[in-house]
């Protein structure tokens, strides 16, 4: 017999619209499951359960009256929505992973978290990530490693890890995300999940922490692609303040219609060969990358064999950029000395940048979008790039931290990592699909990138392959 937890979000979201869900029921289902097994999944920094029961009681009530009156409601009304704690939600504590933060309780809300508000989802708690979402696992300070279901013994990636153990353990239908280097879809590979970065500008970063770089977005993670581009429309939109704003779709068009719809015939260039040297893909992960070109192949599409140059250029600029960002970052003077040891590093590597050279790095970014712009994705060239999400199958919890040797823990997230920065340093959107598990019965994701500001091919490409190879019925044991 189904649970409330097998239903995705957008069936949800209906059951609530006609009256046969309650948001109360379903916000109450989703806290005992929190409660049972969030020590064991890493999933949660901090639970609201009382600000879920008061916003579930509220949006029940305006269901009623929406009923009632004939109107329409959000397509996520009544829909628990979990915020990752690198995001401020007013009068709930947002520790950013780090103990030096631990009692930091702000004033405002996100924007990201305004328009959750407005979308009348529930929140019920702040997601595991690891200090200011500096390294791809979810290890901190403050709370059990975040895992993934799918083996216990295994991270949930990161810096979303909290985020993705929570929708793929069933402890929340949907989650809001964040990706500065991969961070939305590295925990989506490992957790079995379809997870958006959307294009540069799309999501407002405001007000307090813009990320004047470009590389940093929040985005959807999710266990559906229509479920994920929905969650997509809710956060989507400029703010006052933004420094970029992505193209809008056309009057009218939603990214949830875009799941509906056929991606027609698309030329997609397959690369499986890392772009940063003295990287080595394993061989589950280049399998699953070749499986799924034949299957795009099946479907009607043209694939290409792709290898992009690599040289040390741009993992130079990222380094600079992503060290600066870490000494960007708020912390009271006497909460040094609790930071953990690969943020002390970056924060005195990212000191010593100069402004120079970080506008040289900033530049180096422009540079490779424009020329994947020009010579890679003009049109009549590509219109998707697929590629592995990660170069290695999930990793053991603690297997990718060295606090003895910061330096050779950033060197080893980056060779884990090598696909995922590329378009966080282009801008572009790009998701990943969890067509493939490996022998061991882990997932091994896919990753699709598409042009500047088209997230909607991306959105329905997923579509299709999730039709022609449905992944939501394969569920961990936790489930």
């Given at each position: 017999?189904?649970?409330l937890?097998?239903?995705t979000?957008?069936?949800?979201?209906?059951?609530?619209?006609?009256?046969?869900?309650?948001?109360?029921?379903?916000t109450?289902?989703?806290l005992?499951?929190?409660?049972?097994?969030?020590?064991?999944l890493?999933?949660?920094?901090?639970?609201?359960?009382?600000?879920?029961?008061?916003?579930?009681?509220?949006?029940?009530?305006?269901?009623a009256?929406?009923?009632?009156e004939?109107?329409?409601?959000p397509?996520?009304?009544?829909?628990?929505?979990p915020?990752?704690?690198?995001?401020?939600?007013?009068?709930?504590?947002?520790?950013?992973?780090?103990?030096?933060?631990?009692?930091?309780?702000?004033?405002?809300?996100?924007?990201?978290?305004?328009?959750?508000?407005?979308?009348?989802?529930?929140?019920?708690?702040?997601?595991?990530?690891?200090?200011?979402g500096?390294?791809?696992?979810?290890?901190?300070g403050?709370?059990p490693?975040?895992?993934?279901?799918?083996?216990l013994?295994?991270s949930?990636?990161g810096?979303?890890?909290?985020?993705?153990a929570?929708?793929a353990?069933?402890?929340?239908?949907?989650?809001?995300?964040?990706d500065?280097?991969?961070?939305?879809?590295?925990?989506?590979?490992?957790c079995?999940?379809?997870?958006?970065?959307?294009?540069?500008?799309?999501?407002?970063?405001?007000?307090?922490?813009?990320?004047?770089s470009?590389?940093?977005?929040?985005?959807?993670?999710?266990?559906?692609?229509?479920?994920?581009?929905?969650l997509?429309d809710?956060?989507?939109g400029?703010?006052?303040?933004d420094?970029f704003?992505?193209?809008?779709?056309?009057?009218?068009?939603?990214?949830?219609?875009?799941?509906?719809?056929?991606?027609?015939r698309?030329r997609?260039?397959c690369?499986?060969?890392?772009?940063v040297?003295?990287?080595?893909?394993?061989?589950?992960c280049?399998?699953?990358t070749?499986?799924?070109?034949?299957?795009?192949?099946?479907?009607?599409?043209?694939?290409?064999?792709?290898?992009?140059?690599?040289?040390?250029?741009i993992?130079?600029?990222?380094?600079r950029?992503?060290?600066?960002?870490a000494?960007?970052?708020?912390?009271?003077?006497?909460?040094?000395?609790?930071?953990?040891?690969?943020?002390?590093y970056?924060?005195?590597?990212?000191?010593?940048?100069?402004?120079?050279?970080f506008?040289?790095s900033?530049?180096a970014f422009r540079m490779?979008?424009?020329?994947?712009?020009?010579?890679?994705?003009?049109?009549?060239g590509?219109?998707?790039?697929l590629s592995?999400?990660?170069?290695?199958?999930?990793?053991?919890?603690?297997?990718?931290?060295?606090?003895?040797?910061p330096?050779?823990?950033?060197d080893?997230?980056?060779?884990f990592?090598p696909?995922?920065?590329?378009?966080n340093?282009?801008g572009?959107?790009?998701?990943?699909v969890?067509?493939?598990?490996?022998?061991a019965?882990?997932?091994?994701?896919?990753?699709?990138?598409?042009r500047?500001?088209?997230?909607?091919?991306?959105?329905?490409?997923?579509?299709?392959?999730?039709?022609?190879?449905?992944w939501?019925g394969r569920?961990?044991?936790?489930?």
């Amino acid at each position: 017999m189904a649970e409330l937890h097998d239903l995705t979000a957008l069936e949800q979201a209906r059951g609530i619209r006609s009256g046969e869900l309650s948001p109360v029921e379903l916000t109450e289902h989703y806290l005992t499951r929190i409660e049972r097994l969030d020590d064991t999944l890493g999933a949660f920094l901090t639970r609201t359960p009382d600000i879920a029961r008061k916003q579930a009681a509220d949006a029940e009530s305006e269901a009623a009256a929406a009923r009632r009156e004939g109107r329409e409601l959000p397509p996520l009304h009544g829909v628990p929505v979990p915020v990752k704690d690198l995001n401020q939600v007013a009068g709930v504590r947002c520790t950013m992973g780090s103990r030096a933060l631990a009692e930091h309780v702000p004033a405002t809300d996100d924007h990201v978290v305004g328009k959750l508000r407005a979308g009348g989802t529930i929140l019920l708690g702040k997601t595991n990530t690891p200090e200011f979402g500096l390294p791809c696992y979810t290890e901190n300070g403050l709370a059990p490693p975040a895992r993934t279901p799918w083996d216990l013994a295994r991270s949930a990636g990161g810096s979303s890890g909290g985020a993705a153990a929570a929708v793929a353990g069933g402890l929340a239908p949907v989650a809001h995300a964040s990706d500065g280097g991969g961070s939305v879809r590295i925990p989506a590979s490992v957790c079995g999940l379809f997870g958006i970065k959307p294009s540069r500008g799309r999501i407002s970063s405001g007000p307090m922490l813009h990320d004047i770089s470009g590389l940093a977005t929040s985005g959807p993670l999710a266990r559906s692609v229509a479920d994920a581009a929905t969650l997509l429309d809710v956060l989507a939109g400029p703010m006052p303040g933004d420094p970029f704003a992505a193209p809008s779709l056309p009057p009218g068009e939603t990214f949830a219609d875009h799941a509906l719809r056929d991606p027609g015939r698309l030329r997609i260039a397959c690369l499986t060969e890392a772009p940063v040297p003295g990287i080595e893909v394993h061989p589950d992960c280049r399998t699953a990358t070749t499986d799924t070109a034949a299957l795009l192949t099946g479907l009607g599409h043209e694939v290409e064999e792709l290898t992009l140059p690599t040289d040390d250029s741009i993992l130079l600029a990222f380094t600079r950029v992503w060290s600066v960002l870490a000494a960007s970052r708020p912390v009271p003077p006497a909460g040094e000395e609790l930071l953990m040891p690969l943020t002390r590093y970056l924060r005195d590597r990212g000191a010593e940048v100069s402004g120079t050279d970080f506008t040289r790095s900033l530049f180096a970014f422009r540079m490779l979008a424009q020329s994947l712009a020009d010579g890679l994705m003009p049109p009549g060239g590509y219109d998707v790039i697929l590629s592995p999400t990660l170069a290695a199958p999930p990793a053991e919890v603690g297997a990718l931290r060295n606090d003895a040797d910061p330096q050779a823990e950033f060197d080893a997230l980056g060779a884990f990592t090598p696909f995922t920065a590329l378009y966080n340093a282009t801008g572009q959107p790009a998701v990943n699909v969890p067509l493939q598990w490996n022998a061991a019965g882990l997932p091994i994701g896919v990753m699709l990138a598409g042009r500047y500001g088209d997230e909607a091919t991306l959105i329905a490409l997923s579509a299709q392959l999730e039709q022609a190879r449905p992944w939501a019925g394969r569920t961990p044991s936790v489930w």
